[in-house]
């Protein structure tokens, strides 16, 4: 059996992973191995790790690597032990295969990792444009270490070839994401408020925003903006997921605490919200608004509008749901009013989500036992256009 190495250090991505994990699990001629790193394992993030012993699946090593800090340098050191850490995970369980999501800091070290220690990579996600953020040199640099990649649009399937990546082992299989929401049985509307202990309005967003980590001392400013903007809405209640552990991340979430504390009447925050009540969030909601991948990638199957603030997502393929708008108080108003009126919801009643149709999960599994029978050779040459 060929052992199947996953990696996770977020909740939003083992949530996308999670029917993977399951096929590999399920699979006779496979051996899933999980790794769990990141934000899974602090307190200060909900310990998400829980969630996934909960969810049946044996976890083969927890590898600590946060530290308190959120600034350039502590990122920095988190990496460096992250390196150091999954170099002797690697040595410990000698997967076969390591699979990875994204574009994260702690992927990319994770990644280096297995590179120096001759693990084939494969790879979900790459081919992406991310302008706003350093992810998007980590996701290309990721991509030029895997072996076997897992594109989810045409054109980023051509960006992957584009950086020397040989077309037969470059696939156009879609978002997995899509394939939770086909897939899973999501709550109804009184569930969904039941479990949250919140009634959803008029007018209710679903709101999360990251640091645009290319910006210096952005976050603040940005989030003030969005936070002052929704203030002038009427009626409006709002749901909030916090940030990551990128660098000035902990600002933004002491400022959503913040505005929960003073307006408990319309407002609430999760450090995790988990797959299932996510989805389901953005199921009922009026508009997704921030800057998170979700927006661009889950919510168009919904049909909710987006509204996509600032630069952390610029250059992703989007749906016509999604409103793209500057990080600026007056801006970002005029645009949520643009998303809830009914012109705009009219428009994207037929709204096709360009990141696929779901059943992504089987068509990795079949290609990664595929490439195990062919041989593998890491000695990958570069393919020219």
């Known amino acids: 059996?060929?052992?199947?190495c996953v990696i996770?250090?977020?909740?939003?991505e083992y949530g996308l992973l999670r029917p993977l994990i399951e096929k590999i699990n399920e699979d006779d001629k496979l051996k899933l191995q999980l790794v769990v790193t990141g934000m899974h394992l602090s307190p200060e993030f909900g310990l998400t790790y829980k969630q996934i012993e909960e969810d049946g699946y044996k976890i083969d090593e927890k590898i600590e690597i946060l530290l308190s800090s959120d600034t350039p340098i502590g990122i920095?050191?988190?990496m460096g032990l992250t390196m150091i850490s999954f170099s002797e995970?690697?040595?410990r369980l000698k997967p076969d295969m390591i699979v990875v999501l994204g574009d994260r800091y702690e992927i990319f070290a994770a990644v280096n990792a297995a590179s120096v220690s001759k693990i084939p990579i494969a790879h979900l996600h790459g081919g992406e444009t991310?302008?706003?953020a350093f992810d998007e040199a980590f996701r290309h640099a990721i991509t030029k270490m895997s072996y076997i990649h897992f594109a989810t649009t045409g054109e980023y399937r051509k960006r992957i070839i584009q950086l020397g990546e040989h077309p037969d082992r470059v696939f156009n299989v879609g978002a997995i994401g899509i394939e939770n929401i086909k897939n899973m049985e999501l709550l109804s509307r009184s569930e969904f408020e039941e479990s949250i202990g919140f009634i959803l309005g008029e007018k209710t967003i679903l709101v999360t925003f990251h640091p645009v980590t290319l910006e210096s001392n952005t976050s603040q400013k940005q989030f003030k903006n969005l936070l002052d903007a929704v203030d002038e809405v009427e009626n409006l209640r709002i749901i909030f997921t916090k940030a990551n552990s990128?660098?000035?991340?902990?600002?933004?979430?002491k400022m959503i605490d913040d505005y929960v504390n003073k307006n408990k009447d319309k407002a609430i925050a999760f450090t995790s919200m988990g797959q299932l009540r996510y989805l389901s969030a953005m199921q009922y909601v009026d508009a997704v608004v921030g800057n998170s991948s979700s927006g661009i990638i889950e919510a168009p199957s919904f049909k909710v509008p987006t509204v996509n603030i600032g630069d952390r997502?610029?250059?992703?393929?989007?749906a016509k749901s999604t409103i793209n708008c500057r990080p600026e108080k007056e801006e970002i108003f005029k645009t949520l009013d643009l998303a809830f009126s009914g012109a705009f919801k009219n428009k994207i009643n037929d709204n096709v989500n360009p990141y696929g149709e779901g059943n992504v999960s089987i068509k990795i599994i079949q290609q990664?036992?595929?490439i195990f029978n062919q041989g593998i050779d890491l000695k990958k040459r570069f393919y020219d256009l």
């Not at 059996?1 to 199947?4: D, E």
């Open 89 to 91: 995970c690697y040595e």
């Open 130 to 132: 991310t302008e706003g």
């Open 246 to 253: 990128d660098t000035d991340g902990r600002i933004i979430n």
């Open 313 to 318: 997502q610029k250059g992703r393929i989007q």
């Open 76 to 78: 920095s050191k988190s």
């Open 1 to 4: 059996m060929n052992r199947i």
């Open 8 to 12: 996770t250090g977020t909740r939003a």
């Open 368 to 370: 990664i036992k595929k």
